[in-house]
């Protein structure tokens, strides 16, 4: 199926170059055309050369993959992992959790068989594994521990001893990132790769898995894909539960695992929306008995909590014990609470200041002023690198940010993405200041694509005043767009796997036959054996610079699960590695043209490696510049928004966030940072002054 895709386009490249390399030749004899005419008329096969090339890498892509038992068990191996880390960021020192509990909400219509009226965090997997059909939505209020379940889920499916190979993979996806104009399957597809793609899960291997149903989708937030001012009939979480309801596999309706508070599940519901043939569960509060526990076990002092847990005790349903009625909230309390001074260790606070404040409101306000600097002091790492008003003013700067941006299908209001933030800064200060730049660095080097050229013909020097136009025009046009394009990454790592050797020599096979049928255009309507030289040699190196460039690039829509900083690092990564193979096929072409124009002979041996060094700096310079500016646009649009927004936020961001993360202050959820609770980044946008 594949070769007879490839073979067509194939057959219409060759049939379209061959007819248009006559028609160059024959105006160009017949009726006198000027040289550039004909060399333009002959530079039109790079139309469908392109079109094959693209042709053949996404035929390449679609390709099945051959073991998928093999990246099932990759697939499992990796998620354990990540999740690992990601619940013990959630939990916090000790590895305390909440035994949490929860009990069934019967749907009126369509609700799956074999759920228990209550469960616990602890028979999470039993209790979804008699569903039938396994699918489970899970709700509760803010901070109830919605995420740290779907983990225990997830994490206690992946290790339970009665996992088979063939059992699909759980993986979790966030919903503010799903633009459900895109088919479900699709977008799980190009989740599974974007976050698995550096563990050697392809685009192809993912598409497999997920149609193979080899991975138990686990979608996290459906709550945040829309607002409260979102009309209903517009709103992504009701289009995204029409793509649930229909989601079947070989023998019905498929499994799924869906988390979403309890009001915005409501709501939909109220509207007979809902996720079908599912079991709902609602998470309870903390008990006080299980509130004691916890911040028992959480404190090295247990005696200093002693007046906050006799509250529990005589008053169950006063503020204190209903403001920490959530495991987010007890987490926050401890944290605030055990933080010591740097310098002599003693107890910056003590419990029972909570006793004096007088709302849930004023408890809340309290913990999350003094969660932000405890949690930094007790960052297991470097601590004093980031004082704790440098970080509150910073994360608020970007929980602000976040308060304007109205979910829609293409942005989130939770989601850091580095390569997205540059609106923050002024969309049309960030564009204007990014097209004022490429102007400049234009214009300078049209001064140096022009000055080598000088002396020589007047088709070189046409040809450079070409490359220099189009420089000019791409510059300013690729900057003022709205919109950038999505980070690349250039992968030379093919080169280790056969596979993607045999695809990268087809890729540059392809190249090359462009390169040669260029180059003999370009030669007979330039005259004799001296165009049919040039022309083969500058064709030759486009094609082959065309070939390795399609063989070894792959667009990124995102990062890896692990470091959300990776796209903008790759984007630059591969313009930098564009441009230098770029200049060094120009500096080895211009090489070898001069060398027919003046001959080998025309000095010594010396005099033609220096010509060859000089050559080659020159360009290797000019491609490094070019590439990290003209082809690198996510990452290259990410560094003027640093220049623009200088003072609001860190030079070294991305080093910011990952330091955030760490200390407990932000999570992350695919390719993008969030912070730890929504209740922490309202808080933060609300209150921008520590």
């Not at 869906?258 to 079908?276: E, I, P």
């Not at 304007?404 to 989601?415: G, I, L, R």
């Amino acid at each position: 199926m594949t070769r007879s895709r490839t073979r067509r386009p194939a057959a219409i490249y060759a049939v379209l170059q061959a007819v248009t390399v006559m028609l160059a030749l024959w105006l160009s004899k017949h009726f006198q055309v000027a040289r550039l005419g004909a060399t333009l008329v002959a530079l039109a096969p790079t139309l469908p050369g392109a079109y094959l090339t693209w042709a053949a890498y996404r035929d390449d892509r679609r390709e099945a993959a051959a073991d998928t038992d093999t990246k099932v068990k990759t697939l499992a191996a990796v998620v354990a992992a990540a999740e690992t880390r990601q619940r013990a960021q959630l939990i916090g020192p000790g590895a305390h959790r909440i035994d949490v509990t929860f009990h069934q909400r019967t749907e009126p219509a369509n609700n799956a068989t074999g759920a228990a009226a209550h469960g616990r965090l602890t028979d999470i997997v039993s209790y979804y594994q008699n569903l039938r059909p396994a699918r489970l939505a899970i709700t509760g209020e803010p901070g109830a521990g919605k995420t740290l379940l779907a983990l225990d889920l997830i994490l206690g499916l992946l290790t339970h001893p009665g996992r088979t190979d063939t059992a699909p993979v759980p993986v979790r996806f966030s919903l503010a990132d799903w633009n459900t104009e895109q088919p479900l399957q699709e977008w799980l597809a190009h989740q599974v790769h974007q976050q698995f793609r550096d563990q050697g899960i392809t685009l192809a291997d993912a598409t497999t898995l997920v149609n193979g149903y080899r991975v138990l989708p686990v979608l996290d937030g459906l709550d945040e894909m829309d607002t409260d001012a979102t009309p209903a009939g517009r709103r992504r979480a009701a289009r995204a539960l029409e793509q649930l309801n229909a989601y079947q596999d070989p023998t019905g309706i498929a499994p799924v695992v869906l988390t979403c508070r309890t009001t915005q599940y409501a709501d939909l519901a109220g509207l007979d929306l809902r996720m079908r043939e599912a079991a709902r569960i609602q998470l309870d509060d903390v008990s006080p008995g299980q509130a004691t526990a916890y911040l028992t076990a959480r404190s090295t002092s247990p005696d200093r909590w002693q007046p906050v847990i006799d509250t529990f005790t005589t008053a169950p349903g006063g503020t204190l014990a209903r403001s920490l009625a959530t495991p987010w909230r007890l987490n926050l309390a401890a944290t605030a609470y055990e933080e010591r001074h740097p310098d002599t260790l003693a107890y910056l606070r003590e419990p029972d200041h909570l006793l004096t404040l007088a709302s849930p409101s004023a408890v809340r306000d309290h913990l999350l002023a003094r969660y932000l600097p405890a949690a930094a002091q007790q960052h297991p790492t470097r601590p004093n690198h980031y004082r704790p008003d440098q970080t509150h003013h910073w994360l608020a700067a970007l929980a602000a940010h976040l308060a304007t941006t109205t979910p829609t299908s293409t942005a989130s209001s939770t989601d850091i993405v580095l390569h997205q933030l540059w609106p923050m800064a002024g969309p049309r200060r960030v564009r204007t200041a990014d097209t004022l730049l490429a102007a400049l660095l234009t214009l300078a080097f049209t001064t140096l694509i022009l000055s080598p050229f000088s002396l020589g013909s007047q088709s070189r020097q046409l040809f450079s005043a070409s490359v220099a136009v189009l420089l000019a025009l791409g510059s300013i046009w690729q900057p003022s767009r709205a919109r950038v394009p999505e980070p690349q990454r250039f992968q030379p790592q093919r080169l280790r796997s056969p596979t993607h050797l045999r695809r990268l020599a087809r890729t540059i096979a392809v190249g090359l036959v462009f390169g040669l049928v260029f180059g003999l255009s370009v030669g007979f309507s330039g005259g004799f054996v001296f165009g049919l030289s040039v022309g083969l040699i500058l064709g030759l190196a486009v094609g082959l610079t065309h070939g390795l460039l399609f063989g070894l690039v792959e667009r990124l829509n995102d990062a890896q699960p692990t470091d959300p900083r990776h796209p903008v690092r790759d984007d630059l990564a591969y313009g930098l590695a564009v441009g230098l193979i770029l200049g060094l096929v120009l500096g080895l072409s211009d090489w070898l043209v001069d060398r027919l124009i003046w001959g080998f002979s025309s000095g010594l041996a010396f005099k033609l490696a220096f010509a060859l060094v000089f050559k080659l700096a020159f360009a290797l310079v000019f491609g490094m510049v070019v590439g990290l500016y003209w082809l690198s646009g996510a990452g290259r649009r990410y560094l003027v928004f640093l220049l623009c927004i200088r003072g609001r936020l860190p030079w070294r961001l991305g080093t910011f966030l990952n330091w955030a993360y760490e200390a407990g202050l932000l999570r992350i959820s695919g390719v993008a940072y969030q912070f730890r609770h929504r209740e922490l980044q309202d808080w933060l946008a609300a209150h921008p002054t520590p």
